[in-house]
Each structure stands twice: as structure tokens, then as C-alpha cells.
């Protein structure tokens, strides 16, 4: 059984409604690495965290040939990321009802695919992974949250540089 080591992070900047996500996919073909922004902006750093991670493994699942045969081990920055959210009687929580769905439908079916999964909290301090074990797990992670800051940042930029740009522009064809 192939292990492939998948790490995930996210970037928000909630005041200009932007999120990206990026992450390291590690099997023994190779690396994939990708980063995107969110189609629509969720002020929910939770669902964001379990959003790119599934990403990653819905990435990961059509580009590694033996996906059905693997190991997959995904940091992710989240505790439980994929637990439901119960009342004390047992029923699904009202405002995690959707986050739920999303858990049940889509992120469990695929890791369901795989022969075995395990999802590993991280924090990618440098500290941290200066002094681990086991620094590549670190590394990878770090990546991530680079990639996704890094893609934030030229959106943000981008779009400011487009709210400058677009009044002139709009003078200069409406004459």
C-alpha cells in the first residue's frame, strides 16, 4: 500500500471578501502542487480549512493511478476537521448543518475510496517544525500557507489595481 501525503492551508482576507487555499500532494510519482481562490467568499475559517482539503484529495484522486490502493495521511490546520457537529440528543447541529453535508456527501465517499486515511492536525510554526522529527511534514505545510498568502496577495492586488484603473478607463470610452 502507497502512502500519499497530502498537506492543505487557506488564506482569508475578509475585508475585501478574498479566500485562497493551496496544497502539497506527495506520492511516489512525484508532487502535485495548486493553488486557487475560492469561487465565493465564506467568512468561516472551519469550512474553508475543509474545503481545500478536499480539494486536495479530489486533485489527488484524478491524478494518482492508485488511489484505491493507497495510504493517505492530510495535514490540515483544523482538530477533527471532518467531525459532524451534534446536539446533546444527537441530531446535527442548525448552523453546522451544511459544513455536515458537505462532510457526508463529498469529503467521507472519497477517503471511503481509499484502503485506509488518517487526517493529523498541524500548525506549521517554524519553530515547530525547525525542532521536529519529522520537519518535512512542516515543510510541505508551510508551502501551503506561503502559496495561499502569496495568491491572496496578488488578487488583492490585482483588484485594487483594477478599482484605479476602471474610472479612467470608463471616462476615456464614454466621451
Not at 525542532?131 to 502569496?150: A, F, G, L, V
Not at 478599482?163 to 471616462?171: G, N
Amino acid at each position: 500500500m502507497q502512502e500519499i501525503i497530502i498537506a492543505t492551508d487557506i488564506s482569508c482576507d475578509s475585508s475585501n471578501c478574498i479566500a485562497t487555499w493551496a496544497c502539497y500532494i506527495q506520492y511516489s510519482g512525484g508532487v502535485i502542487k495548486e493553488t486557487g481562490q475560492f469561487k465565493k467568499f465564506v467568512n468561516n475559517t472551519p469550512l474553508l480549512e475543509m474545503l481545500a482539503l478536499i480539494n486536495a484529495l479530489v486533485i489527488a484522486k484524478h491524478n494518482i493511478s492508485y488511489w484505491r490502493d493507497s495510504k493517505v495521511i492530510a495535514y490540515n490546520e483544523i482538530d477533527n476537521v471532518f467531525a459532524l457537529s451534534l446536539t446533546k440528543a444527537g441530531n446535527l447541529k442548525k448552523k453546522s448543518i451544511n459544513r455536515s453535508n458537505i462532510i457526508i456527501d463529498i469529503a467521507l465517499p472519497l477517503l471511503d475510496e481509499v484502503k485506509k486515511y488518517e487526517i493529523k492536525k498541524i500548525k506549521a510554526h517554524f519553530s515547530d517544525w525547525e525542532t521536529s522529527e519529522d520537519p518535512t511534514k512542516y515543510e510541505i505545510n508551510r508551502w501551503c500557507d506561503t502559496e495561499s498568502r502569496n495568491l491572496l496577495r496578488c488578487i488583492r492586488t490585482k483588484n485594487e489595481y483594477a478599482k484605479i484603473l476602471a474610472p479612467s478607463f470608463f471616462f476615456m470610452y464614454n466621451r
